[in-house]
DNA sequence: GCCAACGTTGGC
DNA sequence: GCCAACGTTGGC
């Protein structure tokens, strides 16, 4: 069992929307280290959904992985904004999970309070300039952060 | 809108 | 394989 952070603009797809739709394959990384993170995600992980680029960056709630990694449609659509003319059907360079929804936050986790919180400084989220929107959680950060929202 | 951080690209 | 230029992210 992993604990993931993944990132999302609340303007192009919020924690309400995945409340909503309850599922949601999570398309369109384009990053290599993000990728190699959701390769690994099992079926059954938990994921902190964390608002970014918005006015209230933070955590709103958890999700869990319900299908493990597959081929990213979105990477051989030529309309869609994620098509890499360079990646082959017969050997994807990109790849998703699928997320659905699982529980809400009582109270939104800020960023400025998981700033203030000791034990999670080592976030990777916390590291300036890090733009990963797929990064693993420890366990003993996951249970602060779960403190934090109940 | 600013700007720091950092991944990617491409010339050499 | 180096590295400058460029684009993007995301907090503020």
Redesign the pocket.
């Known amino acids: 069992m992993q604990y993931w952070l993944m ?1 999302s ?1 609340p303007d192009e797809f919020s924690f309400a929307d995945l409340e909503r739709k309850g599922r949601e394959p999570w398309t369109g990384v ?4 993000a990728r190699n993170f959701m390769r690994a995600a099992q079926v059954g992980d938990t994921v902190l959904f ?1 608002h ?3 006015d209230a ?1 933070g955590i709103a709630g958890l999700a869990t992985v319900s299908k493990l990694a597959f081929p990213d449609p979105t990477q051989f659509d030529p309309k869609s904004d994620y098509f890499d003319p ?1 990646s082959q059907r017969d050997e994807p360079r990109w790849h998703c999970i699928e997320v659905s929804f699982y529980k809400k936050f009582k109270k939104h986790v800020g ?2 309070t998981l ?1 203030a919180t000791p034990g999670l400084k080592s976030m990777l ?1 916390m ?7 797929v990064t693993p959680v420890t366990a003993a950060e996951f249970k602060q952060i779960q403190k934090l929202g109940n």
Not at 127 to 133: I, M, Y
């Open positions: 990132k603009e384009r990053n290599y280290q964390y970014s680029n918005c960056p360079k960023l400025e700033k989220i590291r300036p300039g890090n733009r990963l929107s």
